[in-house]
């Protein structure tokens, strides 16, 4: 693609707020472990600057916000901070680099939220400045609702501050509200002051947008959470925001390979889903399921997509449904290490073809056996669920699992969050003969030696296919081990049940196309 230009700098900066403005999205609350995990990988991904939390809200907050500031992070750790000198000895009791400092703006901030005038305000932001900086704190000052504010006033409250030492100014689209032309003209008067940053929110779909625009106007650093998470429609993607930077206008921010390992990591800890249909990091974002398109990607990887999967650490997924063409399942059956004949292949992808049109997702173990009933080979496990039970009533779920592994039988326990949890670390544990594995032949000797066998749960997703209380419910899972993944699925009435099937049915397929057995040693699984 032609690249145009969007501003003369070779870099932008990102201040990522994850772990404050995001934190504020209804049923979001982060550990303080949690905390550091994400600002690890924030830090790993090049993000320049870390907003750690509001030292204001809570001594389990600013414990959090302590904990991040001792990483010895490369990216400066900032925290929230009120117009109140309060929250700015909050922060220095944290240890963090700055403060972002937040003064309403609009009037209607000015007036009705805290009940004071314009001058007050300018005259309390200068005192705020001074302070923080004879501490020898790093200082933004953010204009609360800026986007709605006089914009006169605002350039002479956000001047006041920099005057008075501040390292940099914030417009602040506080609600959404702003358009791209609004975002240009503020902050074309703002960066003509020092310094000048964007923080958007996705209200009214336009938070890419207005960052685009705000750049464009003399901005130099952007505000964003990972995933857009935060309040109401949420802040900017930041994942969006560096790939959108590099691909389109060739200016950096932060190490793209990373983002996708970053949003994972953000997902888990949030409990936010990946939205299967969202940029860099969404399932089917690299997904292809038609033929025409499968056919087209698979003689050039450019044909269907914008940018190398790579670029953000992912790799391409072919998926199979009603669309799939001959092109698409040789090739997934290729990835599996299975040839077939055209005739075989034609009956292949009408089983497909007939399994997609009732709805279901064709996952990988439905495939291979699809190619095995075809070619009329009997599939030879090394890995199968003989019983399983868990229970769940107390304070720590319990899981114990029966596996016939080879031509021996293992038994192990495994603890957890949950039922499923506990019952796949049970399986994990009986794989593995780490210690907590007891073979099944009544001898009670137990295997050893073991480091466990290294898989990945990709994903996890469940769905009820029935309704009422005894409903039965699809477990879908995505399973990697080295470079080789698989996805399966498995139904019961009992959803740890159908979790564990899928999960030990996806491991055998894992272990079988490697050549493994799985039992004969412990050892020669778990060596990767």
């Known amino acids: 693609m032609t690249r145009t230009t969007l501003t003369d700098l070779d870099e932008?900066?990102?201040?990522?707020?994850?772990?404050?403005?995001g934190e504020q999205m209804?049923?979001?609350?982060?550990?303080?472990?949690?905390?550091?995990?994400?600002?690890?990988?924030?830090?790993?991904?090049?993000?320049?600057?870390?907003?750690?939390g509001s030292a204001c809200t809570s001594e389990g907050e600013r414990e959090a916000i302590r904990r991040v500031a001792r990483e010895g992070l490369d990216a400066t750790v900032t925290s929230f901070a009120r117009g109140v000198k309060r929250d700015v000895d909050h922060a220095l009791d944290c240890g963090v680099d700055g403060v972002n400092l937040v003064v309403p703006a609009s009037d209607k901030h000015v007036e009705t939220k805290v009940g004071s005038t314009r001058d007050e305000v300018v005259e309390t932001t200068v005192e705020l400045v001074e302070y923080a900086k004879e501490h020898g704190l790093w200082v933004e000052v953010l204009g609360e609702d800026g986007s709605r504010a006089d914009l006169d006033y605002l350039e002479r409250l956000l001047g006041a501050g920099l005057a008075a030492g501040a390292d940099r100014i914030c417009y602040c689209d506080t609600v959404g509200a702003a358009d791209p032309e609004r975002t240009a003209e503020v902050v074309s008067r703002l960066a003509g002051l020092g310094p000048t940053s964007l923080h958007t929110h996705d209200d009214l779909g336009f938070g890419l947008a207005n960052v685009h625009a705000g750049l464009k106007a003399g901005a130099d650093t952007v505000h964003g959470t990972v995933l857009g998470v935060g309040e109401r429609a949420g802040n900017v993607a930041l994942e969006e925001v560096a790939l959108?930077?590099?691909?389109?206008?060739?200016?950096?921010?932060?190490?793209?390979?990373?983002?996708?390992?970053?949003?994972?990591?953000?997902?888990?800890?949030?409990?936010?889903?990946?939205?299967?249909?969202?940029?860099?990091?969404?399932?089917?974002?690299?997904?292809?399921?038609?033929?025409?398109?499968?056919?087209?990607?698979?003689?050039?990887?450019?044909?269907?997509?914008?940018?190398?999967?790579?670029?953000?650490?992912?790799?391409?997924?072919?998926?199979?449904?009603?669309?799939?063409?001959?092109?698409?399942?040789?090739a997934a059956l290729a990835e599996h290490g299975v040839a077939v004949t055209d005739d075989e292949l034609r009956e292949v992808v009408a089983r497909v073809k007939e399994l997609g049109e009732r709805g279901k997702r064709v996952t990988d173990a439905d495939l291979l056996a699809i190619a095995d009933d075809v070619r009329g080979r009997e599939r030879e496990r090394h890995v199968e669920l003989v019983d399983l039970s868990a229970t769940s009533g107390g304070n720590l779920p319990t899981a114990s699992v029966r596996l016939r592994v080879g031509d021996d039988e293992r038994v192990a326990a495994g603890?957890?969050?949950?039922?499923?949890?506990?019952?796949?670390?049970?399986?994990?544990?009986?794989?593995?003969?780490?210690?907590?594995?007891?073979?099944?032949?009544?001898?009670?000797?137990?295997?050893?030696?073991?480091?466990?066998?290294?898989?990945?749960?990709?994903?996890?997703?469940?769905?009820?296919?029935?309704?009422?209380?005894?409903?039965?419910?699809?477990?879908?899972?995505d399973l990697s081990r080295g470079d080789r993944s698989v996805s399966v699925s498995a139904s019961d009435a009992d959803i740890t049940r159908a979790s564990v099937v899928g999960m030990v049915d996806g491991l055998d397929r894992l272990l079988a196309a490697e050549g493994d057995t799985a039992g004969a040693e412990p050892g020669a699984v778990a060596d990767d």
């Not at 990102?14 to 772990?19: I, P, V």
């Not at 295997?447 to 419910?473: K, N, Q, R």
């Open 12 to 21: 932008v900066q990102l201040l990522d707020t994850t772990l404050r403005d």
């Open 26 to 52: 209804p049923g979001v609350s982060l550990t303080p472990a949690e905390k550091v995990d994400v600002a690890r990988e924030l830090d790993a991904a090049g993000v320049h600057l870390i907003e750690a």
């Open 244 to 330: 959108a930077l590099a691909e389109s206008y060739g200016v950096d921010t932060v190490e793209l390979d990373r983002l996708y390992r970053l949003c994972r990591t953000v997902s888990e800890a949030t409990g936010v889903a990946l939205p299967p249909n969202k940029a860099v990091c969404g399932a089917n974002a690299f997904a292809h399921e038609s033929g025409i398109h499968t056919d087209g990607t698979l003689k050039d990887g450019t044909m269907y997509e914008p940018y190398p999967p790579e670029t953000v650490g992912r790799e391409r997924r072919l998926v199979l449904g009603k669309h799939a063409g001959r092109a698409g399942v040789k």
């Open 415 to 477: 603890t957890g969050a949950g039922p499923v949890d506990a019952g796949l670390e049970a399986v994990r544990a009986a794989l593995a003969g780490d210690g907590d594995a007891e073979r099944g032949d009544g001898s009670g000797e137990r295997d050893g030696g073991s480091d466990g066998v290294a898989f990945e749960l990709d994903s996890y997703h469940v769905d009820a296919i029935t309704g009422g209380t005894d409903a039965v419910v699809t477990v879908e899972v």
